[in-house]
């Protein structure tokens, strides 16, 4: 396909190019995001088996469900940390984007099937939806889009969050943008009062999807409010759109609100019981975290193990897209700097960047503190450099723009360049074998006898830090139909004392078997705990 013919200008009648644009972006988002996925015939998953495998059994809470599992009928109770209440509020309940993994597991898939399908289709959708916010919202051509949609929904930052699925489904941010923009654009006609409309039901479902991209969002969008009332041209359109639209914002509010009101109502019950994030928790990013592509990069592998200071950073705080992709994107911005919302776009992206960062070893300096202060929701943000997931799209926006200028004088030039930028965020990241953990799961859960109440799992070690033991007793809650003490989320229950659970020493055996007891009691639970591992392995 010749580039030039991917160019929206002027507008294509054919049916099939136009398809076939959004069509590449997916292809490619895919080959670069999922490639030793595609190339294991689906038998292997991105991350290791720790966080991706309590996602994963999140999703199938909610299909569990839906479907009327005995274990899963209470939306909000989940069978682990038995019998302790709302532990299903924990951590990101994943609603909003769990729908086509409803799909796979109601065509027959199996749940390790159905959830390497669920990334496939997250991805895919993630492409899609960038390609329209790009084309429609940012107004490039389809070779600008079809590059900036791959690396919003395959850039380095967000292949490293793999390991953090509940992290990865953007398109309904891209789409509350989106809509946003759009009405902002028409305001006083059917097109605005939709659009409004669709924003207010996008932010609800980025609630019921995942916390941190959720109050990343809102947070982006006060931030952009402020730069924009800060411009009196487009101040004169955001007040036209008020004066016109007014009905329509607080209806969409409104509903908005009405539907994160359950989920707002189980957040506040668990901060009660369980209490909000220490100050201590909380990470920053660094000045080299947004140079940081991560040692498992293709291209800057080696220079990142070299340098210690990048070297020392988690996956949480690898947000670099590379070397050559922020000089095109900061290029593409500055070049567009007069269109419609570009400065916004690139200031609200500085200054999230900015507020994110630690300032040089002063942590207690950081601007993040007064954020986490004064804004309301910013205390249960932990992993602050998550935001780089929000200031991927400024980046993808930057490049999108580059590409399309260069696009309509030197087509294949524009190629090279938008290509160059993607292969750069190749990452070689670690996954695992579903069907392995499976097996492992299956042993277990074949172990709980029927008659148990509830069981416990304290196995002896096995090279493998506590966590893994503990998703497993979650999955095999499901297999055996019968509820755990064990447990993995983002918080435990106040009182639970088993997050070790691993039995390496007689004095650990006294310890478990103490932290047991001491929950039954607590719970006044009756009928049969079976405890599994401790004596038979000791």
């Given at each position: 396909?010749?580039?030039?013919?991917?160019?929206?200008?002027?507008?294509?009648?054919?049916?099939?190019?136009?398809?076939a644009?959004?069509?590449l972006?997916?292809?490619?988002a895919?080959?670069l995001?999922?490639h030793?996925?595609?190339?294991?015939?689906?038998?292997?998953v991105?991350?290791?088996?720790?966080?991706?495998?309590?996602?994963?059994?999140?999703?199938?809470?909610?299909?569990?469900?839906l479907?009327?599992?005995?274990?899963?009928?209470?939306?909000?109770?989940?069978?682990?940390?038995?019998?302790?209440?709302?532990?299903?509020?924990?951590?990101?309940?994943?609603?909003?984007?769990?729908?086509?993994?409803?799909?796979?597991?109601?065509?027959?898939?199996?749940?390790d099937r159905?959830?390497?399908?669920?990334?496939?289709?997250?991805?895919?959708?993630?492409?899609?939806?960038?390609?329209?916010?790009?084309?429609?919202?940012?107004?490039?051509?389809?070779?600008?889009?079809?590059?900036?949609?791959?690396?919003?929904?395959?850039?380095?930052?967000?292949?490293?969050?793999?390991n953090?699925?509940?992290l990865?489904?953007?398109?309904?941010?891209?789409?509350?943008?989106?809509?946003?923009?759009?009405?902002?654009r028409?305001?006083?006609?059917?097109?605005?009062?939709?659009?409004?409309?669709?924003?207010?039901?996008?932010?609800a479902?980025?609630?019921w999807?995942s916390?941190?991209?959720?109050?990343?969002?809102?947070?982006?969008?006060?931030?952009?409010?402020?730069?924009?009332?800060a411009?009196?041209?487009?101040?004169?359109?955001?007040?036209d759109?008020?004066?016109?639209?007014g009905?329509?914002?607080?209806?969409?509010?409104?509903?908005?609100?009405?539907?994160?009101?359950p989920?707002?109502?189980?957040?506040?019950?668990?901060?009660?019981?369980?209490?909000?994030?220490?100050?201590?928790?909380?990470?920053?990013?660094?000045?080299?975290?947004?140079?940081?592509?991560?040692?498992?990069?293709?291209?800057?592998?080696?220079?990142?193990?070299?340098?210690?200071?990048?070297?020392?950073?988690?996956?949480?705080?690898?947000?670099?897209v590379?070397l050559?992709?922020?000089?095109?994107?900061?290029?593409?911005?500055?070049?567009?700097?007069?269109?419609?919302?570009?400065?916004?776009?690139?200031?609200t992206?500085?200054?999230?960047?900015?507020?994110?960062?630690?300032?040089?070893?002063?942590?207690?300096?950081?601007?993040?503190?007064?954020?986490?202060?004064?804004?309301?929701?910013?205390?249960?943000?932990?992993?602050?450099?998550?935001?780089?997931?929000?200031?991927?799209?400024?980046?993808?926006?930057g490049?999108?723009?580059?590409?399309?200028?260069?696009?309509?004088?030197?087509?294949?030039?524009?190629?090279?360049?938008?290509?160059?930028?993607?292969?750069?965020?190749?990452?070689?990241?670690?996954?695992?074998?579903?069907?392995?953990e499976?097996?492992?799961v299956?042993?277990?859960?074949?172990?709980?006898?029927?008659?148990?109440?509830?069981f416990?799992?304290?196995?002896?070690?096995?090279g493998?830090?506590p966590?893994?033991?503990?998703i497993?007793?979650?999955?095999?809650?499901?297999?055996?139909?019968?509820?755990?003490?064990?447990?993995?989320?983002g918080?435990?229950?106040?009182?639970?004392?088993?997050?070790?659970?691993?039995?390496r020493?007689?004095?650990?055996?006294?310890?478990?078997?103490?932290?047991i007891?001491?929950?039954?009691?607590r719970?006044?639970?009756?009928?049969?705990?079976?405890?599994?591992?401790?004596?038979s392995?000791?």
């Amino acid at each position: 396909m010749d580039p030039a013919s991917l160019l929206h200008r002027p507008p294509a009648r054919n049916v099939g190019l136009a398809l076939a644009a959004p069509a590449l972006a997916v292809a490619a988002a895919l080959i670069l995001a999922h490639h030793t996925v595609l190339s294991s015939g689906l038998q292997l998953v991105p991350g290791d088996p720790g966080d991706a495998r309590f996602v994963h059994y999140c999703i199938e809470h909610t299909w569990a469900w839906l479907a009327g599992h005995p274990l899963h009928r209470r939306f909000w109770e989940m069978p682990f940390f038995f019998p302790a209440p709302m532990v299903g509020a924990y951590s990101d309940v994943l609603l909003g984007v769990a729908p086509p993994y409803w799909l796979f597991r109601a065509l027959g898939a199996g749940p390790d099937r159905a959830y390497v399908l669920w990334l496939l289709c997250t991805t895919a959708l993630n492409a899609l939806v960038a390609f329209w916010f790009l084309r429609s919202i940012l107004r490039v051509g389809r070779l600008g889009a079809v590059t900036g949609a791959v690396l919003i929904a395959a850039g380095a930052p967000r292949i490293h969050f793999l390991n953090h699925p509940q992290l990865i489904g953007t398109y309904w941010l891209l789409a509350v943008i989106g809509w946003v923009v759009l009405a902002v654009r028409a305001p006083g006609t059917r097109r605005a009062r939709l659009a409004w409309l669709g924003a207010g039901i996008g932010f609800a479902a980025q609630a019921w999807s995942s916390y941190y991209l959720w109050w990343f969002l809102a947070f982006a969008l006060g931030v952009a409010a402020l730069a924009v009332l800060a411009d009196r041209e487009m101040r004169g359109w955001v007040l036209d759109a008020l004066r016109l639209d007014g009905a329509a914002i607080a209806a969409a509010a409104v509903i908005s609100a009405l539907l994160v009101v359950p989920l707002f109502r189980a957040w506040w019950s668990v901060a009660q019981m369980v209490g909000l994030r220490d100050s201590q928790q909380i990470f920053l990013a660094r000045g080299q975290s947004w140079l940081n592509p991560g040692p498992d990069s293709w291209w800057y592998g080696w220079l990142v193990r070299r340098s210690a200071g990048m070297r020392s950073q988690t996956g949480e705080q690898q947000m670099g897209v590379g070397l050559l992709t922020p000089v095109v994107a900061l290029v593409g911005l500055w070049r567009a700097r007069h269109r419609d919302g570009v400065v916004v776009l690139a200031t609200t992206a500085l200054i999230l960047g900015l507020l994110a960062t630690q300032l040089g070893p002063w942590r207690n300096l950081s601007p993040w503190n007064l954020v986490s202060a004064l804004v309301p929701g910013a205390a249960a943000i932990r992993a602050v450099p998550r935001v780089g997931l929000v200031i991927l799209v400024a980046w993808a926006a930057g490049v999108a723009l580059a590409v399309d200028g260069t696009a309509l004088r030197r087509p294949w030039v524009a190629l090279v360049l938008g290509m160059l930028c993607l292969v750069e965020q190749g990452v070689s990241l670690v996954h695992f074998r579903p069907a392995e953990e499976r097996a492992r799961v299956n042993r277990l859960a074949a172990t709980v006898s029927p008659s148990c109440t509830a069981f416990v799992s304290t196995p002896a070690p096995d090279g493998w830090p506590p966590w893994r033991s503990q998703i497993d007793a979650v999955w095999a809650t499901d297999t055996a139909n019968i509820p755990t003490l064990n447990g993995y989320s983002g918080n435990a229950p106040p009182g639970w004392k088993l997050d070790d659970c691993v039995v390496r020493s007689p004095a650990d055996r006294e310890r478990l078997d103490a932290a047991i007891s001491d929950w039954i009691r607590r719970w006044d639970l009756t009928g049969t705990v079976c405890h599994l591992g401790t004596r038979s392995q000791l």
